[in-house]
């Protein structure tokens, strides 16, 4: 199993911007297309970004013009920088390959990101 490992998230107001990181334990971003995930309060888990091994992006129209996904194989760790955050994006967000793997890639704890005033 590989592990991920979620951080940067935290309290912001509306209008902010955090930096997520998603750390792997073994060089895998250039073996698998990645993801960003989010589950909010009540709700489904949602892919909010993907990264391809080409480097194409895609988003959800949520929060497409607002996040940005990348990823540095050199550090082993791929990012979601996240600008005018809003309300609704308030959620645990988790990464893991597109389409996740959840055998190898188990969901880990995720990382809150609350954005309120």
């Known amino acids: 199993q590989v592990q991920l490992v979620e951080s940067g998230g935290g309290l912001v107001q509306p209008g902010g911007s955090l930096r997520l990181s998603c750390t792997a334990s073994?060089?895998?971003?250039?073996?698998?297309?990645m993801g960003w995930y989010r589950q909010a309060p009540g709700k489904q888990r949602e892919l909010v970004a993907r990264i391809t091994l080409g480097g194409s992006t895609n988003y959800a129209d949520s929060v497409k013009g607002r996040f940005t996904i990348s990823r540095d194989n050199a550090k082993n760790t791929m990012y979601l920088q996240m600008n005018s955050l809003k309300p609704e994006d308030t959620a645990v967000y988790y990464c893991?390959?597109?389409?996740?793997?959840?055998?190898?890639?188990?969901w880990g704890q995720g990382t809150q990101v609350t954005v309120s005033s």
């Open positions: 893991n390959t597109d389409p996740p793997r959840v055998t190898t890639f188990r």
């Open positions: 073994g060089s895998i971003y250039n073996i698998y297309n």
